[in-house]
């Protein structure tokens, strides 16, 4: 299994961009998607994530601004209204947990998201 992770730039406040994450091999292994952030001096943090039922979450920090979706095997997020504390690296994310155990965990390798005027 592979996750690559594209759309990063460099966007002005307010501006809106598209990450997405396109997962190679079977999405039936995962009942879990998401994606992190992680700011220079930061640590890793979660931004979104969606369950295989179709439930969302989201951190606070980006609730009514982000959007986690879904299309085949690509895994997008939508980042409107972008503010400069959204500059990070992007971590796409897929995983499986079963009975309260990680049992897959798999990484993309980053996407850098700059928000500067």
């Known amino acids: 299994v592979q996750l690559q992770a594209c759309g990063g730039g460099l966007v002005q406040p307010g501006g809106s961009l598209t990450l997405s994450c396109v997962v190679s091999g079977s999405m039936s292994l995962f009942n879990g998607l998401a994606w992190y952030r992680q700011a220079p001096g930061k640590q890793r943090e979660l931004v979104a994530v969606?369950?295989?039922?179709?439930d969302k979450n989201y951190a606070d920090a980006v609730k009514g601004r982000f959007t986690i979706s879904r299309d085949s095997a690509t895994v997008l997020l939508r980042m409107n209204n972008l503010k400069l504390e959204d500059t990070a690296v992007y971590y796409c994310?897929?995983?499986?947990?079963?009975?309260?155990?990680?049992?897959?965990?798999?990484w993309g390798q980053g996407t850098q998201v700059t928000v500067s005027s």
């Open positions: 994310n897929a995983h499986r947990y079963t009975l309260g155990t990680l049992q897959y965990d798999y």
């Open positions: 969606m369950t295989a039922g179709g």
